[in-house]
T-cell receptor, first 113, second 116 residues
Framework: DQQVKQNSPSLSVQEGRISILNCDYTNSMFDYFLWYKKYPAEGPTFLISISSIKDKNEDGRFTVFLNKSAKHLSLHIVPSQPGDSAVYFCAASASGSARQLTFGSGTQLTVLP | NAGVMQNPRHLVRRRGQEARLRCSPMKGHSHVYWYRQLPEEGLKFMVYLQKENIIDESGMPKERFSAEFPKEGPSILRIQQVVRGDSAAYFC??????????????FGSGTQLSVL
């Protein structure tokens, strides 16, 4: 049973436009959410996070939105750049989980020049 | 994430052999985590260790898999009698603090295990 779902395996966006990556979760115990970016042959790199007490967190070109009632979060990248092309993983954790993160299956973002 | 060192990058084993994967956390980090990524899937938590202690091994298969993080030296993930289904990318991560809201794991580049 997938507790964190990324239903779009891939997304293509034109350079300069907005990229929106989506993530849904089923476990209501999750209270902290993270996005990681992964290039081929490298480990995931932390991008941005959000606590369940917030509904938005922004860091430069990256903004994460959390809709707790819908158990949905999204990552917005604007403007998108070719260097943003990577696999993006959504991850979640619950209190007392000893840092056990539950990852989604990832979305391959391709930003076209 | 360049600070978390994993070796080897690629490991080829025949069925029945043992695989040892090593991980040196970032300097000053005392928390180590192992994750496994099967093809076309996300990373799956395996085990969380602090120096000389296993804190959470709820994601570890009950048999053939073990992990340690000794007082001195790297963390080791050991897989005995490997089978083809063990073929995956194994990622190690480390963190500095256990404070809530600071769960930033820094990942290594992974070890790709291939079982022939």
């Amino acid at each position: 049973d997938q507790q964190v779902k990324q239903n779009s395996p891939s997304l293509s966006v034109q350079e300069g436009r907005i990229s929106i990556l989506n993530c849904d979760y089923t476990n209501s115990m999750f209270d902290y959410f993270l996005w990681y970016k992964k290039y081929p042959a490298e480990g995931p790199t932390f991008l941005i996070s959000i606590s369940s007490i917030k509904d938005k967190n922004e860091d430069g070109r990256f903004t994460v939105f959390l809709n707790k009632s819908a158990k949905h979060l999204s990552l917005h990248i604007v403007p998108s750049q070719p260097g943003d092309s990577a696999v993006y993983f959504c991850a979640a954790s619950a209190s007392g989980s000893a840092r056990q993160l539950t990852f989604g299956s990832g979305t391959q973002l391709t930003v076209l020049p | 994430n360049a600070g978390v060192m994993q070796n080897p990058r690629h490991l080829v084993r025949r069925r029945g052999q043992e695989a040892r994967l090593r991980c040196s956390p970032m300097k000053g980090h005392s928390h180590v985590y192992w994750y496994r990524q099967l093809p076309e899937e996300g990373l799956k938590f395996m085990v969380y260790l602090q120096k000389e202690n296993i804190i959470d091994e709820s994601g570890m298969p009950k048999e053939r898999f073990s992990a340690e993080f000794p007082k001195e030296g790297p963390s080791i993930l050991r897989i005995q009698q490997v089978v083809r289904g063990d073929s995956a990318a194994y990622f190690c991560a480390s963190s500095l603090t256990v404070d809530r809201g600071s769960e930033k794991l820094f990942f290594g580049s992974g070890t790709q295990l291939s079982v022939l």
